[in-house]
């Protein structure tokens, strides 16, 4: 494992869990598993390490918090001291310029990221990624363009480590307070045709034979949020058949707007309309069944279908985890069905 | 007792059978006309001991099976209801442990009692009646009544638990989707299954192929089924179909009777000349098709029905549905396949064990001919089969034979009720039983007449299809080869040695059936509609009449009026 500041996505694995956080090694892994991970690059803890040391922010940080506290801040009760300190400590982090030596490799990055894209400034999304969740690690900016903006935002993930929350987050678990290192996720945008999640199992009966994936236009909140009725489709994993299909009157969909997430009408033409295509859709089955086999348990996993690009190559993953589901016990239905035999004799 | 009864003990007794039932129904599906005194006893005592012991096997909660009387020669039955809450709810209980295996392994359990009912009847066959002595002859006898009485054991125990799962069935489907027995898609979720009976359709069809390949067509049609067997046998061609034909006969394809709950028709093993007909009709129909592809075509019908309809259940729902299913579809080929295994073949065991009593009685002097065994009872054979030379039964057989002729000019009444007691009380009675049989087999749907059709007769769906042809109205086997390709059979019903013939029809309409009964099952086989319980099918339509029968909407129109 080799110890660095800046890694592409396809680099990462789980061993790099410490260095560049969760988020980051968890998409590396999928990179690893043959899935296709929107493009982008990660700031290890190293970089925050090189920002905070070769600038002196770590001493300033530090003698911020000194003062306060020599000046007796308490802080239960002196919320209002607490939020000007906070916002002291995070300006003063994202006004400190970068490091060349450490701009430079960021915006080679960044450069090479739009090239990929054939773009001349790609769209980013600029996310928190800590080793372990705490406040102050869930900071994501989207929709950031051009070197200056990355710049700035990388700055603002780790200055977000120095909210209010963060900080008592981190007094009330003997953690220093002025030292906060956290990976940084620098991750093309997708422009979603469509969203939404697969689970290789029928999670309510543990019918593995079969797949169940659900979708909605936009990003993949509002299918993960249930706002609305999204489109589902149950597969037989072996034939590769979809068995049913049930089209959900999809009439909001969430979208990027500014820097954050909106939730927007549908189109009433397309309201009624199947979200994804059915080659589509059996494309997500196979690509799922792999990382099931790879993991020999069921899978729940997050998938974007971007209208940038055709076919298959318009399939991204953004999460994979074991699926969690209800067992089926040998007989269950059987019994079941006694059960209601027994009722036609109860009238 | 007088000397006379046919079925000791179980003559229908008003003053004493009223307390049991107010109202007593007459099995029309299998005792019109009337049965001989020797059938009636077998069926009166062993499908009413079926019946009470599959009942207490299953320990249904509702029913303790069906009390059975004898009365000129027809069957009249009553529900045993369990009325006492208490003894109900003990009764579930037991039920939910004696279900287990019809839903575990259906096809294991059945495999079982194919096997226990084939060395049984393996066991009689091996006999030669002709040269055994009176006491083997006996004991041959004997052992056919055990063995008609194990196989309505075996029956009535299997039919209620593949009809418990196929009303259970119904009902889902009625609750999911919104689809009950008459509809088309209902059946064909049900149908194009191989079973034994398609199978021994099939030899048949095989066999006409056979006589085609063999250059033997011209000789079939242009042989009347009596004489073939002789023209047959005039080439040398002839004679080696001979030898295939009478083998499979003998093996299994012969063990039947043109009336499946009779004994007094020759088997086909006996006079082929039924199956004669069979594949000559075949031959006229042309026989460059596969009976095996058309089949295949349901069971591809079936396949995407069941796709169909299982996208229409919530997914979380499919896996007991899919049991549910696989039960009732148990329950559809099991319907068509028992005939063959049961009630077909251990009747054919009964005429023949007890024809084998009648040519020794008539050496022995005891009667005038064979037949005459048919109008004594198991008890009398007992009596005389030792020492038939020192007994005359003449006597007691014209009585009984005058009798008999008597029922059959007079029929029978298809209900008998205390007085003061309504039809609407005996349907009611039916209906709380919540018996499966009575529900799938007796009662079937009532149809509904709508007069915004302007049809002429009402029925309901036991096979969909809408179809034009001529009727043929058929009472019994021997006027089947009246038919031709594309018409209309109509029938009070139908009996299961009649399959061959369906491959012929355009449709079938019959007075009397539920979505179980033969008639609806083999039509859906052969996916052909059928209309069924318009009740005067067989009165208000003739032979020749031109009908539109649109099954789907259960309705019968006769065009030429």
Redesign the interface.
């Known amino acids: 494992m080799e110890v660095k500041e800046i890694y592409w996505l396809k680099e990462l694995s789980k061993e790099y869990n410490d260095l560049v956080g969760k988020k980051c090694a968890n998409l590396g892994e999928l990179v690893k598993l043959g899935l296709k991970v929107p493009y982008g690059f990660a700031l290890s803890i190293k970089a925050y390490e090189h920002f905070m040391t070769a600038t002196g922010l770590k001493e300033e940080v530090e003698k911020i918090v000194e003062n306060e506290r020599g000046a007796g801040l308490d802080i239960d009760k002196d919320v209002d001291r607490m939020i000007e300190m906070s916002g002291r400590i995070r300006a003063v982090i994202e006004e400190t310029p970068m490091p060349p030596d450490l701009a430079g490799p960021i915006t080679e990055c960044y450069r090479r990221l739009s090239e990929e894209m054939q773009v001349g400034e790609v769209a980013c999304a600029v996310r928190s990624s800590g080793a372990v969740s705490m406040p102050g690690q869930m900071e994501t900016y989207l929709n950031v363009k051009g070197e200056r903006d990355i710049i700035d935002h990388i700055k603002k993930v780790w200055g977000s480590a120095f909210t209010t929350r963060a900080i008592v987050f981190r007094i009330n678990n003997n953690m220093p307070i002025s030292w906060a290192p956290i990976g940084v996720a620098v991750i093309m945008m997708i422009e979603a045709k469509s969203a939404g999640v697969i689970l290789t199992v029928?999670p309510?009966?543990g019918?593995t034979e079969?797949a169940?994936v659900e979708g909605n236009f936009g990003l993949g909140e509002s299918v993960v949020s249930g706002e609305i009725t999204p489109d589902?489709f149950?597969i037989h994993k072996k034939e590769m058949a979809i068995?049913?299909?049930s089209i959900g009157q999809k009439t909001k969909m969430v979208v990027y707007g500014g820097t954050g997430t909106t939730l927007c009408e549908v189109p009433g033409a397309l309201q009624e309309a199947p979200c994804v295509e059915d080659r589509e859709i059996l494309e997500i089955v196979r690509i799922a069944k792999e990382v099931e086999d790879y993991f020999g348990s069921p899978q729940d996993m997050e998938w974007v279908v971007d209208k940038r690009f055709s076919f298959p190559e318009n399939i991204f993953w953004v999460q994979a985890r074991g699926a969690k589901f209800t067992k089926?016990e040998a007989g269950?239905?059987?019994e079941?069905?006694?059960?209601?035999?027994?009722q036609?004799?109860?009238? | 007792m007088k000397v006379y009864d046919c079925v000791p003990g179980l003559e229908f007794d008003e003053s004493a059978d009223f307390q049991v039932s107010p109202c007593w129904f007459q099995d029309a599906t299998h005792s019109v006309p009337p049965w001989t005194p020797m059938f009636g006893w077998f069926w009166i005592n062993f499908c009413r001991h079926g019946m009470q012991y599959g009942a207490e096997l299953l320990s249904l909660p509702t029913v303790k099976g069906w009390d059975w009387r004898f009365k000129d020669g027809a069957g009249y039955l009553a529900l045993l209801i369990v009325k006492d809450p208490a003894e109900r709810k003990a009764r579930e209980e037991r039920f939910k442990v004696a279900i287990k295996p019809f839903v575990d392994d259906f096809p294991g359990m059945w495999k079982g009692f194919v096997d226990e009912m084939v060395g049984r009847y393996e066991k009689l066959k091996a006999l030669d009646l002709d040269k055994a002595t009176n006491i083997q002859l006996l004991e041959n006898f004997e052992e056919m009544i055990n063995t008609t009485r194990r196989m309505w054991e075996i029956h009535m125990y299997m039919m209620y638990g593949v009809y418990t799962a196929f009303v259970l069935f119904e009902q889902m489907t009625k609750q999911l989707l919104g689809i009950d027995d008459t509809s088309p898609q209902f059946h064909k979720l049900t149908s194009g299954f191989d079973n034994k009976s398609f199978q021994v359709d099939k030899e048949l069809f095989n066999l006409a192929k056979k006589a085609h390949a063999m250059g033997l067509k011209d000789v079939f049609l242009s042989t009347s089924a009596g004489a073939m067997r002789n023209a047959l046998n005039a080439s040398q061609n002839g004679q080696e179909f001979l030898k295939a034909f009478d083998d499979f006969m003998e093996k299994e394809g012969g063990w039947r009777m043109e009336r499946m709950a009779e004994i007094n028709v020759p088997t086909w093993l006996e006079d082929p000349a039924p199956a004669f007909n069979v594949i000559k009709m075949s031959l006229e129909k042309g026989v460059d098709y596969s009976l095996d592809e058309e089949r295949k075509k349901h069971e591809a019908e079936r396949l995407a029905t069941e796709k169909e309809v299982l996208e229409k259940i919530a997914p979380e729902q499919r896996g007991w549905f899919k049991t549910i299913l696989t039960l009732a579809q148990n329950s559809a080929w099991f319907s068509e396949e028992h005939n063959h295994y049961l009630d077909l073949y251990a009747h054919a065991m009964i005429r023949r064990s007890a024809l084998g009593v009648g040519r020794r009685l008539v050496k022995e002097g005891t009667i005038d001919a064979p037949e005459d065994v048919f109008f004594i009872i198991p008890d009398e054979v007992r009596k005389v089969c030792i020492n038939p030379g020192m007994f005359n039964l003449r006597p007691l057989v014209s009585r009984r034979k005058a009798d008999w002729q008597g029922w059959c000019e007079r029929g029978n009444v298809p209900m008998i009720m205390q007085e003061g007691f309504a039809i609407e009380d005996a349907m009611k009675g039916l209906v709380e039983s919540l018996d499966p049989i009575a529900l799938k087999v007796v009662v079937g749907t009532m149809p509904v007449v709508r007069p915004e059709l302007k049809a002429d007769l009402y029925g309901v769906c036991g096979s969909p299809g809408v179809i034009e042809g001529l009727v043929k109205v058929v009472w019994t086997e021997n006027e089947l080869s009246k038919i031709v390709k594309g018409d209309i059979l109509v029938a009070p019903t139908t009996s299961p040695s009649w399959t061959p013939v369906f491959s012929l029809l355009g449709g079938v309409i019959v007075d009397r059936g539920a979505s179980l009964s033969h008639a609806a099952i083999v039509g859906r086989e052969f996916g052909i509609p059928v209309v069924m319980n318009v009740f005067e099918g067989t009165k208000l339509l003739k032979d020749g009449m031109r009908v539109r029968l649109d099954a789907n909407m259960g309705t019968v129109y006769i065009l030429d009026k």
Do not use: A, P, W
């Open positions: 029928l309510n009966i019918d079969r169940i589902s149950v068995e049913s299909r089926q269950k239905d059987q079941y069905v006694i059960d209601l035999m027994l036609l004799f109860r009238k």
